[in-house]
């Protein structure tokens, strides 16, 4: 199989786990033997990748005029008010149970027509965090018998609620208290709906259909630069990503669209599902250690991939950008990407809303299929030059070698994050994160390229350049119809070394 799409990853440690999930009609029958045996891969566990750590929000002190022109807003305090972004009704593993004292969780992602079980061991501080809201709820009741003077705000409630009620208050009663009154539940997990609408988006292949088939023809495959091209609204010889999400919403396409057919009603099922099922094997085995006071330290570890005749494993490097970390795996062509994230110290600290002894846990359709792929850089944008092999690396996504992309052969990569408190939303209500588009021109570019690259690709393109075709040309040394860097700064040499005649090099523009 030609090689799929990769999710933006890290370059500090990624890896792509590729897992194949045997046709259900093949019955009992082996599966094809797979380049890796799964006992062989077994021995390289685990495998292990830091927790990200989200940017904290800068502080901001409203002026005098802003805060007459805002009404005031109640804070909101109930945990459904708090979180619309999370189901809260689940059945909660809770450290007075004997087999969730360990911060195991199990959960069921619907990918197609498989299922993936995945168990993950969550702890905090080296702490199973069931365990951890444990010691809390019985903190809590210590202090709630001794009734002191206090600023928590968690501690004020329950003392509260004893002098209400005129009597003692129990474990039951507390962490009833902190589920439903404060903090909600240890374990918040992410609505289904969430960024629902992102789960059919393809605005790549969309802008490369042009004649709206639903499907990328060879023709379409050979024109691929010239499609992007037109998606180029502002005219500056860059695509970026927002300009074919806007030349997708062509109104068109929506005659074309059909009723779902069975293999797109997997959308409408639960994409992730948590389960209490002890019996059942789950096809990985994760452990999340997050760390308060040191975030850096925080890590994820992929640490057991059950063997499974109908289960092939492959593992092999992979890069991606530096500011998104996690492992990709595959599973019936379908990539999925596991990562982590939690707040800075300093930050968990200053915000109302994040709790040590609380996780989330969130899954998405993340759509727009193509774009890791084809933006080898991860920086959201297709410059001149990277538009030129922009054909040969669309060819890539025809898996069957007919010269034609059905949208069959693009599926969209789903997102498994975990998070420390109630932050597992946060990296998925953005578009797989893009590395930052500005480019630090080198200190020996001269200064008139720098001033003549108005989009910033370290290109001169004919448009861009202010001087004639043949001084163009010039110094265009190898006939590409872009002067780089390399070319402007050599030409730059040349003219400081050959014996001066005139002010101004026949070969330099006028600047």
Known sequence: MKDRFLPNLALTIALTLAVTIGNASQGDEPAEKSEWETDKFQSSFPIQWPVTTLEASPARSPDASSMAATPLQATPTLPDVKFPNYRLGHRQPTAANSEHSDGVVRMQLQIGRSKLIVEATITIDATPFTIARESRVQRLVQLASEQPATDE????????????????????????????????????????????????????????????????????????????????????????????????????????????????????????????????????????????????????????????????????????????????????DQSVHISAVQQAANDQVSSNQVSNDQVSIG????????????????????????????????????????????????????RLVFGLGPTAHLPLAQIRSFAATSITPSTDTPEWFVRMDRNGDQDLSRGEFPGTAEQFDQLDEDHDDLISPAEATRSESQTESAPTKSSTSPATPNH
């Open 153 to 332: 705000r968690d501690l004020q409630t329950i003392i509260g609620y004893t002098k209400a009620v005129a009597e003692p208050i129990d474990i039951d009663q507390v962490r009833w208290i902190l589920n439903h009154w404060i903090d909600g539940p240890p374990l918040l997990v992410v609505n289904d709906h969430y960024q629902k609408f992102r789960a059919q988006a393809k605005p790549a292949f969309d802008a490369l259909d042009r004649n709206v088939d639903g499907a990328i023809s060879d023709v379409e495959i050979a024109t691929a630069a010239e499609s992007f091209r037109l998606c180029d609204t502002n005219r500056d010889e860059i695509v970026d990503a927002m300009e074919l999400e806007t030349a997708s919403s062509d109104p068109r396409r929506d005659a074309l669209k059909s009723p779902l057919d069975e293999s797109e009603t997997v959308f409408d099922q639960p994409l992730l599902r948590m389960i209490q099922d002890e019996n059942s094997t789950p096809d990985l085995e994760l452990q999340i250690a997050f760390d308060t006071s040191n975030p850096a330290e925080s890590v994820i570890r992929l640490t057991r991939v059950v063997s499974n005749p109908r289960i092939h494993v492959r593992v092999s490097a992979a890069t991606g950008s530096s500011n998104a970390n996690g492992v990709a795996i595959e599973v019936d």
């Open 363 to 414: 899954a998405i359709v993340d759509g727009y299929p193509m774009l890791p792929h084809l933006d080898r850089n991860h920086d959201g944008r297709f410059t001149i030059r990277e538009l030129r092999t922009l054909s040969a690396q669309v060819a890539e996504f025809d898996l069957d070698d007919d010269g034609r992309i059905e949208s069959s052969e693009i599926t969209a990569p789903i």
